[in-house]
């Protein structure tokens, strides 16, 4: 890849990775505006790293472009962010790296173990994916992630509890997108022949 084509990738992949965001209600304003120029000297000098808060939540989402993802620099960055600098709070915030390459399934395992163990949440973005947005496309219908309360009032809803939802991986990618969490419920709202529009719900493992 030339050095203009990788400048667009990463302009069009800042594009999407705030328009993402800007759809869960992230506070992006401060990151909005900017050209391909300005991508390209943020890229020369490592300063393509942004911190953005949530709007209404005290919750905030870091992401970090990355060449690649592999267990040692991502134990480093996660020591940094969340530990070492507590930039971050695992409780509550998410680690976006935007990477050249797809994780293998040793970096998924490590992804995993973090949330399990640690209870950190990453999401790893191959930046094709990032180079137009997936919400948009014509073959994803509208989704989002439920509140806790409105989970809790849609197994009371049904009478069910989280088992007998259908899965959504945490992997796929419109999980990756709305940062979905395991043991998050999100909503699809698909057309149906028997009513105009038909809530489908998913839960994240």
């Known amino acids: 890849m030339s050095s203009s084509q990788q400048i667009l990738s990463l302009y069009k992949s800042r594009v999407t990775i705030i328009e993402l965001l800007r759809t869960l209600q992230y506070n992006v304003q401060d990151y909005e505006s900017f050209s391909i120029n300005e991508v390209d000297a943020m890229s020369k000098h490592a300063q393509l790293d942004m911190l953005i808060e949530h709007a209404s939540e005290k919750k905030k989402v870091y992401i970090k472009y990355v060449s690649c993802v592999r267990q040692g620099n991502l134990d480093n960055i996660v020591d940094d962010l969340f530990i070492s600098e507590t930039v971050l709070d695992k409780r509550t915030d998410t680690l976006i790296l935007i990477s050249d390459d797809e994780p293998n399934d040793m970096i998924r395992s490590k992804v995993e173990y973090l949330f399990n163990h640690d209870g950190i949440f990453v999401v790893i973005h191959n930046i094709k994916r990032l180079q137009f947005n997936l919400l948009k496309h014509k073959d994803v219908p509208p989704v989002r992630v439920l509140t806790e309360e409105e989970q809790t009032e849609l197994m009371k809803k049904y009478r069910i509890d ?44």
């Open 162 to 205: 989280a088992s007998q939802l259908p899965s959504i991986s945490r992997f796929d990618p419109v999980s990756l997108a709305i940062c979905l969490r395991p043991g998050q419920v999100c909503v699809f709202k698909r057309n149906s022949v028997v009513a105009l529009e038909t809530d489908f719900y998913r839960i994240c493992e």
